[in-house]
Each structure stands twice: as structure tokens, then as C-alpha cells.
């Protein structure tokens, strides 16, 4: 655009050499007119940008790691003349990993006319995804001049952590229980009197000493009474989220709402660590699935870090999980948060679980040992995420679990699928 300017300066220079020399009237139109162009070529820019109508949409408010998200650019010019060039900045950001990019549309409008411009944008990490449109500028025909607004459009898409199969379950038969838990099955009937399931028509087998007599009166058909099953394990999934810290990660995270000017790229070591903290996700998305697969109700637990306190939440439908994990997702970068276990031990908080799966990327062995101490009739099996070969488990500390009687499930990040299907297989 320099040289647009540079080169109309020179015509003007020339127009204005030729009014001076030949002293013509026409000539002098001529010049008058290449000196007020510009200006009016800058107001129908300015008046056009505000004309032009921007709509961010997608078909999917959801999708997985590297799914095109489909997003949608909806134009609509509403002035009486044609846009010649518009250039549109895009920012998206993950919200919860601090990551962010940005791409940039150029255009061009017919007056009175709508368009739709596409963008398939993928990410290779879960997350909350913020589209926002940072600005929109706008240039006159010749080039000269340009205008750039800002708008406030943005749309949100989540991309949830990738879910393996794990092929058996988790839970096994000889690890219940024997527990007064005081819950019972929402899903299955069962024998206990203590509580009643559900009141159904009579059918051929049933025993005659669960017909409900008044509700039989009154109904005048057979009515009886399905007793509950009473839950005989207590099932909670620990999950550590710790991104490592990085220069202004908060900051960072805030950088389309205040409009902070740039997005920081990070190098491979860090983009390394970015991997762990959504293997963890992975991991906790793989083990609640197997967990729901086989009709085990459970809880999720997780320290948050914007609020300082603990999050816990009761799953038993596939609904229950996705509203966790999109609690989750909605975290913003999770840096240095301490053990789900320390504040339990703080206070001396001691739950009644039969079983416990603690996913992290690092340990903390004060706190998991001292968790453990007050919960020896807990089934403790701790799902531990990294670069083995760089970060491994050390032979000591794999003696020290064992004499807790701490199941540890060792999964590289270099080749998760395989690492979590085989979580089941070992004891």
C-alpha cells in the first residue's frame, strides 16, 4: 500500500506541474479532482466497513482432536457500493492449554450482497476453542487507504479429549467391598428391602412377597414391588491437571478478551509438555468411559485453581461425564496446582471409596503416601503420564508403592492408545 501512495503522490506532483504550466482550465479540474479522490475514496472505506455486517457460525459445537471445525464466515454488505478488498483477522485460542493462532481472509463484496467464507480449522489438543474476529479492515479502490475496526463477534467450540477403549474393566470382581454406602443402583433392581426401585406390573416368576397389597387394591391388578441394589463400590477418579509454567501464561490466557497484540508461539520442549497435560485429559476421558461401559457410578475430582478449592462431581451417565470434562475444559491454564490429596490430608478429610484411580504427570510422594495411609481399604491404582523416556519411574520408588500396595500404571506419551488399552490387563 506504500507504494500505491508513493506512486499517487507522484501523478499528483505531475497534475500538478502540468496545471501550473499549461494554466488550463480543464487541466486545473483535472487536478483538483486527483487531490479530493483520495478523500472521497477514504469516506466510502470508512462507511463501508460500518455497512458491512459479520457472523461467526459452525455446524458443530463440538468435535475431536484433529476434526475440521468447520467454521463459518457470514458476510453481508448492506451498502449501495462494491468492497474492492477486505481483510479479515481470525484469532482462535485454546483456553485451556494457552495455545493460539490466527488466520487472516481476504475478500471481496458486490454492493447489496451476502457471502459465506469457510474456514476448516483442526486442533491437535482438547480444549474450549475461542473464535473471535479481531478486526476487519477495509481499502478503497485504488489502494491508498485502509480502515480497520474491531468487532466483538465470537463463538465457542469444544474439542474433547480423544476416548480409548480399555477392553476390560477396571473394576475387578475380587477388589468389592463389603461397604454400608447408603446408594443404591439408579440403573438395575435388585434384592435389598431397604429401599424400593421401582412398583411394575405383575409377570409369571415374580415372588408373591413383593406384591404391593394397597396399590393392588386400588389398581385391581397385580402390582409388585422391585427392591434396589445396593452400590458396593465407591468408585473416584483423582485427576492432577498441572501445565508447566510458563513467562505470562495468565496473561496469556486472556489475550483475545483484552486484546493483548500478540500470541506467543513456544518451542518443541514446551509443545512436549502441552502433550502431557492433554494426555492427562485423555487418560481421564478413557478411564470414565470404561467406567460408564460397565455401569459403574463414580466421582471426579480435580482442584481448581481460579476458585482454590476442590471440584467434585458424581457420574452416572455419559451426559454426567461430558458436562465434567467441559468443566474441565473450561479451566484456564491449570500452572503449579497443588495435590488433589494435600487438601484432604490438610483437614483430615477421609472418604469411604473402594477405589481409586489417580491420574498425574508428576508425584507427589508425601501427599500420595500420606492419602494412602488413612485409606488402607482403598484399592489405590495411580495411572501416571509422561515421556518415559525422559521422566521414568524410578526402581525405589516402584518398591515403595508396592509396600502401599499401590497399583501404578506407567503410560508413554509417545504411544498412548496402546499404553491405556493396556491398563486393564495388568493387576
Avoid at 149 to 171: A, F, G, M, N
Avoid at 363 to 383: A, P, V, Y
Wanted: aromatic share 12%; charged share 25%; net charge negative.
Amino acid at each position: 500500500m506504500a507504494r500505491n501512495k508513493l506512486g499517487y503522490l507522484l501523478f499528483l506532483i505531475a497534475a500538478g506541474f502540468f496545471a501550473i504550466l499549461y494554466n488550463e482550465y480543464f487541466i486545473g479540474i483535472i487536478f483538483l479532482t486527483a487531490v479530493v479522490l483520495p478523500l472521497v475514496l477514504l469516506v466510502i472505506a470508512v462507511y463501508c466497513s460500518f455497512k458491512v455486517i459479520i457472523k461467526l457460525d459452525s455446524t458443530t459445537k463440538t468435535a475431536g482432536k484433529h476434526e475440521f471445525l468447520n467454521l463459518t464466515v457470514n458476510l453481508n454488505n448492506t451498502s449501495i457500493f462494491p468492497i474492492a478488498r477486505m481483510n479479515i483477522v481470525i484469532e482462535y485460542y485454546n483456553e485451556f492449554l494457552g495455545e493460539g493462532n490466527k488466520e487472516n481472509i481476504q475478500v471481496t463484496l458486490d454492493q447489496k450482497s451476502f457471502q459465506n467464507v469457510s474456514c476448516q480449522i483442526s486442533s491437535k489438543y482438547s480444549g474450549n476453542i475461542l473464535f473471535k474476529v479481531k478486526s476487519i479492515t477495509l481499502y478503497d479502490y485504488f489502494h491508498i487507504w485502509s480502515f480497520t475496526r474491531k468487532s466483538k463477534q465470537e463463538i465457542h467450540i469444544t474439542v474433547l479429549p480423544e476416548t480409548y477403549e480399555i477392553p476390560v474393566d477396571l473394576i475387578k470382581e475380587n477388589h468389592f467391598i463389603n461397604i454400608d454406602s447408603g446408594i443404591y443402583s439408579t440403573i438395575r433392581p435388585g434384592d435389598d428391602p431397604s429401599e424400593v426401585f421401582s412398583i411394575r406390573e405383575y409377570r409369571e416368576g415374580d415372588r408373591p412377597n413383593r406384591i404391593h397389597r394397597k396399590l393392588t387394591l386400588k389398581q385391581e391388578q397385580l402390582m409388585v414391588k422391585e427392591y434396589s441394589e445396593p452400590v458396593k463400590e465407591v468408585i473416584a477418579v483423582f485427576l492432577d491437571l498441572n501445565c508447566p509454567a510458563a513467562e505470562n501464561a495468565h496473561s496469556k490466557v486472556h489475550s483475545l478478551l483484552f486484546e493483548t497484540p500478540h500470541i506467543r508461539y513456544h518451542d518443541g520442549k514446551y509443545e512436549k509438555k502441552l502433550q502431557i497435560v492433554d494426555g492427562l485429559l485423555d487418560c481421564a476421558m478413557s478411564v470414565a468411559y470404561n467406567l460408564l461401559i460397565y455401569e459403574h457410578r463414580f466421582k471426579m475430582l480435580w482442584y481448581e485453581n481460579d476458585n482454590s478449592e476442590h471440584k467434585e462431581i458424581s457420574i452416572q451417565t455419559e451426559a454426567d461425564c461430558l458436562a465434567a470434562i467441559g468443566q474441565l475444559l473450561k479451566l484456564q491454564y491449570p500452572v503449579n496446582n497443588p495435590s488433589i490429596f494435600s487438601e484432604q490430608n490438610r483437614y483430615g478429610i477421609k472418604q469411604n471409596y473402594t477405589h481409586v484411580f489417580y491420574i498425574t504427570s508428576e508425584f507427589r510422594e508425601e501427599d500420595i503416601f500420606e492419602w494412602s495411609e488413612n485409606h488402607k481399604d482403598t484399592f489405590f491404582t495411580i495411572l501416571y503420564i509422561n515421556y518415559l523416556d525422559k521422566n521414568p519411574v524410578s526402581e525405589k520408588l516402584k518398591t515403595v508403592l508396592r509396600e502401599y500396595n499401590i497399583i501404578l500404571h506407567e503410560i508413554d506419551s509417545n504411544n498412548m492408545e496402546s499404553a491405556i488399552k493396556a491398563v486393564g490387563f495388568i493387576a
